[in-house]
């Protein structure tokens, strides 16, 4: 699905005329649209053309019940100030062959509990393809639980695992204070909102979105929602769901367990969707103008990054280094936010529409060690030019 830079550029179509922002496509555990791709041999527009009529779908579907597409923002994105966690169960310890109804149970109460996160979306599953010594490594160094606490040595698969996104630090807490009171088989959590070997190990399943009070799950053919029969309505959720197909390529969360042929072809969907050619992040050309790297060095924390970029170490860092050090990073990531901007500008004091500024955007989450040798992650914009096949940094937060 890679074309040549020669191929025309195809004109996003915005849903009903206005700019379109899609938070996240999974072509990354999600193989639909490549399926559809090879069996009816598509061109890139046509890609193109079906991403965004499924994104549509979406839209309308969500809104007939109720629900903002742009509240999922939070749910399906990362973000640099909250966390992703895997909350661990030993499922040796269930009472019940269906652990997994059993667990729900667990967290769905640690949900309520907590208040929160009021925008998360909930996957799960065992951990698969990690050697049983490996696991445990895992779990003794970066485990969080009681001191006193004996992490049970199990076949990897008997580690089951709940995992939330958007969670803050006090949410965090709370939960995993509660899920301890609630259930003896839930051992701990490691925070997973990095790149990290446990990651790995993680193919989950997404059982669930939860925006505020509501519940989206996929649905069946004839329209059932909730196919995995959760209590989710005696917590006072309401369900509600969207067809499996719309559901896995548009509001599945994208767990990056760092496989790079999986997010080759993640971003190849991604570009695709953004500007109507499919094409490889990794051949991509990143700059940084001269005006925006003096806005990304800034000090003024009201216009400019400076902190960032000094948290990051990066500060020292000619323009042309400080981009190439960033696509480093880039080149490893999935793809994020893909948005369609209307350009404007100011004349004889009023703003008007200025055609020439539109801009196709997207957002990476990006990581560099701290002083002391941590990863910390940031949050990147790039402003793609779809006919040069480049990418221009525009922000850097974390």
């Known amino acids: 699905m890679n074309n040549t830079s020669s191929d025309p550029l195809v004109v996003p179509d915005p849903l009903d005329g206005e700019p379109f922002i899609i938070h996240s496509i999974n072509g990354y555990t999600n193989v639909l649209i490549e399926v559809i791709t090879e069996t009816q041999g598509l061109s890139d527009h046509e890609i193109h053309k079906l991403l965004h009529t499924m994104h549509r779908q979406v839209v309308r579907t969500l809104l007939a019940k109720g629900i903002n597409y742009n509240d999922l923002s939070a749910a399906l ?62 779990l003794d160094e970066q485990l969080v639980k009681p001191l006193d606490q004996r992490i049970p040595h199990l076949s990897p698969e008997q580690y089951f695992v709940v995992y939330f996104t958007n969670v803050s630090d006090s949410h965090l807490n709370k939960i995993n204070h509660a899920m301890r009171l609630l259930s003896p088989a839930y051992i701990g959590y490691i925070d997973c909102s990095g790149s990290i070997l ?92 001269d005006s925006r790297f003096e806005y990304l060095k800034s000090e003024n924390p009201r216009h400019g990054h400076g902190a960032s970029i000094r948290k990051a170490g990066l500060e020292k860092l000619s323009k042309d280094r400080l981009a190439e050090a960033i ?49 910390q992650r940031y949050q990147v914009g790039v402003k793609y030019h779809a006919n040069e096949h480049r990418g221009e940094v525009t922000t850097m937060f974390g």
Do not use: C
């Open 77 to 138: 994105t990362p973000r640099s100030n909250k966390r992703e966690i895997a909350f661990v169960f030993d499922s040796s310890q269930s009472t019940s062959s269906y652990y997994g109804g059993e667990f729900s149970e667990v967290w769905l109460s640690a949900l309520r509990s907590a208040g929160g996160p009021a925008r998360t979306a909930i996957l799960e599953g065992d951990v698969i393809g990690l050697s049983p010594k490996l696991v445990w490594k895992i």
């Open 198 to 289: 446990f990651k790995t190990g993680l193919p989950l399943v997404q059982v669930a979105l939860r925006i505020d009070n509501k519940i989206i799950t996929t649905e069946d053919e004839d329209g059932n929602a909730n196919p995995h029969g959760y209590a989710f309505n005696q917590f006072g959720f309401d369900v509600t769901g969207v067809s499996e197909d719309l559901y896995g390529t548009l509001l599945d969360f994208r767990i990056d367990m760092g496989i790079p042929d999986w997010s080759e072809s993640d971003g190849v969907i991604a570009l695709g969707a953004l500007s109507g050619i499919m094409r490889n992040i990794a051949s991509m050309t990143l700059t940084i103008d």
């Open 327 to 375: 696509k480093v990073e880039l080149n490893k990531s999935l793809l994020y936010k893909l948005r369609y901007v209307t350009g404007s500008k100011i004349v004889n004091n009023e703003r008007i529409a200025a055609p020439e500024n539109d801009a196709l955007l997207f957002s990476v989450q990006v990581e560099f060690p701290d002083k002391n040798g941590l990863k």
